[in-house]
DNA sequence: TAGGTAATAT
DNA sequence: TATATTACCT
């Protein structure tokens, strides 16, 4: 007699939510009152019974539908037992428990030696009954290939059962990130603010890192079946301490972050070389990094603007700045980065004035003209298609760059915006706009220090007001050189505002060739 | 010894 | 890949 209920597909499994209702269990038992009793406590428990009396049917049944059961019952009689003994051998891909009236030492060890997994007392107690479920987990995962079909029939529990510690190991480290978060409150500084974010990336980054361990390991544990339990568990055990690990190192950055903000820095190695360079080990002579935070980087670029870019050597830039901790070779590796930059970008900036990119964009990239024109700002509206103009409107909107490069120390952007991003060094880097060639790109956006003004307003560091005084001035005295940071407007750019303002022809000067123009053209 | 720069490390 | 440090040359 079979009394199969419906059975889960295999890739049920790994939604197995409310495990371990709906364990399939086959029971062999051909004694009709006692196996009613025990079906009863086990669909009780929700488990799915297949009920056989007959021995030959039920070593049929795991033979030939072993895939049905996660684990057999077999109930052991005195009258049964031979049969009993032959079901044990046949039933090895399969945890089975034996529950017997019987308590006689031999037959419990016969029925263990033969494979059981384990030996049940009647009455049965339902807390034991419960948790056969155990047993297929164990199986499953300690079965090491001896059972040909194991692997086909326990698999999908193991896979369940690793998604569920997997799970598990993912809700440890979200609630381990939750909670470091609710510790780094408020910073009181930019700085803080700003090497508590770094050292939140640190720790994603790291996150990354383990999440992508995490997920090797759980592949690995569904793709190598042939590891035991005890390997597995290993891995899973050494992600879990990578995981409280990251609580360490959330703890450290935390504490590191307060503890400096007055002079250098210097991380790296686990050494902290500020004030405490004795307890330096030997093992630790590398010297540390120092941590060029904004302001420290501003008290270099005041040293070198002080001393002009051309005098500037690390050890004079050492005795402006007064910055205790610093060496000559600390400045003197800031320095050569930073006329790196300024050879990188200065030409970029000379180069963008001159090339725009397509006569769109010239519309509100070129430069201004010398003309006795309104205010800059009515003949440069907003171009309603600039990435940030439907985003942050709260923003100035500098139509086009002003008169002045500005100093690239001046624009030291750290801060990112969702569509526009600065190097380190405050140069602007645009999303690509390659792709549609009929939508100009765009000015660069309002930037900020690496920290963000206190507004999120202010692009350009020098004052407009001196701005347009400057330009009045260049204006008034056209003949004039221009002053320093001024230059000229471009032959085209004067001449597409020329005709924007309805002048078609312009005299043509012989020793000053129009481009590529005639004045037919205008 | 200091400055500059390339190579290397992080 | 960016940045800092180190090594080496002048």
Known sequence: MVCCQEIREDHEFRLWKDFPKGLRVLLLCNDADSSSQTQTKLEQMEYIVSWYD???????????????????????????????????????????????????????MK???????????????EDKLRNIWQHVIHKAFNSRGECNNTLSTLNPIKEMVVSLLHLNQEEK????????????????????????????????????RNNKSADKNCNDLVVAP???????????????????????SKSDACSSAKEGHGNVRLTGSKMKKNGSSSQATKDNKKKSKVDWTPDLHKRFVKAVEQLGIDQAIPSKILDLMKVEGLTRHNIASHLQKYRMHRRHILPKKEE??????????????QRPILAPYPPLQQYYPVPPFAPWYHHHQSYYYRPFQP??????????????????????????????????????????PPTCNKYGTEDGSNYFSVDEEVIDKVVREA????????????????TESVLSELHRLGIHTVPVLPTAPLSNHTPRDY
């Not at 029925?111 to 107690?125: D, N, V, Y």
């Not at 042939?226 to 360490?248: A, G, P, R, W």
């Not at 963008?352 to 990239?365: C, F, G, I, L, V």
């Open 403 to 444: 008169w002045h490069v500005p100093a690239v120390e001046e624009t030291w952007t750290w801060k990112s915006y969702p569509q526009v991003h600065a190097d380190t060094w405050g140069c602007p880097v645009f999303p690509p706009y390659a792709h549609n060639h009929n939508v100009p790109s765009p000015m660069p």
């Open 475 to 490: 204006m008034a005295e056209p003949w004039a050189p221009l002053p320093l940071g001024l230059t000229p407007p471009s």
């Open 226 to 248: 042939s590891k035991n339990d005890n390997e597995q568990v290993k891995e899973l055990t050494k992600h879990e301490e990578e995981v409280n690990s990251i609580e360490i």
């Open 352 to 365: 963008s004035w001159k090339t725009p990119q397509d006569t769109s964009a010239r519309s509100y990239m």
């Open 54 to 108: 007959n021995f030959d049917e039920g070593q049929k049944a795991i033979s030939e539908k072993s895939e049905l059961f996660h684990v057999a019952i077999l109930e052991v009689t005195t009258d049964n037992c031979q049969h009993s003994f032959k079901f044990l051998e046949k039933a090895r891909d399969l945890p089975v428990i034996v529950i017997s009236s019987d308590s006689s030492l031999s037959t419990m």
């Open 111 to 125: 029925c263990i030696a033969l494979g059981a997994a384990e030996f049940l007392q009647k009455p049965l107690s």
């Open 173 to 208: 480290a979200e609630r381990s990130e939750h909670e470091i978060h609710e510790k780094l409150t408020s910073p009181s500084t930019p700085q803080l603010e700003s090497k508590l974010r770094l050292s939140s990336n640190n720790i994603e980054e790291s996150e990354e």
